[in-house]
């Protein structure tokens, strides 16, 4: 189990849920998948990828962001999207967030539902800390 001051948690939903957005272990962090969702956890932007990718991602940078990272660390990245092609057709907004660091290692896994019908994509994220 992880110590406290190692879990982070951006919005008081994922307690309820039981789970943390982030973990950090050791030099590694691990974020949650993140869903295009507000702080309330209502679906932001049902049926645009475009807008859901840009969401997802300013929400894993925030994540990063608070631990002191960015996308230069990521290094494994995991997406489940509900429809390969519309991710496919998306993925110009996702490599807008990756445009000044070598994108990560990366599967896209398409899945029939994710938490909430509105929700089109979810990404997972692991960083290093290389410092």
Excluded at 53 to 59: G, H, I, N, S
Excluded at 92 to 100: I, N
Aim: aromatic content about 12%; some cysteine.
């Amino acid at each position: 189990m992880a110590i406290n001051d190692q879990v982070y948690n951006r919005r008081e939903l994922e307690k309820t849920f039981g789970f943390s957005q982030a973990v950090m272990a050791g030099d590694y962090l691990f974020i949650s998948g993140c869903v295009s969702w507000g702080m309330d956890g209502n679906p932001l932007y049902p049926g645009d990828w475009d807008k859901q990718v840009e969401t997802v991602y300013a929400d894993i940078d925030a994540t990063l962001k608070v631990h002191g990272l960015d996308a230069g660390d990521i290094v494994k990245e995991t997406i489940f999207c509900r429809d390969m092609d519309s991710l496919i057709a998306a993925n110009p907004k996702r490599m807008e967030y990756y445009r000044y660091v070598a994108p990560p290692a990366s599967t896209w896994i398409q899945i029939s539902r994710l938490v909430h019908p509105d929700l089109l994509l979810e990404v997972e994220v692991t960083a290093y800390r290389n410092r």
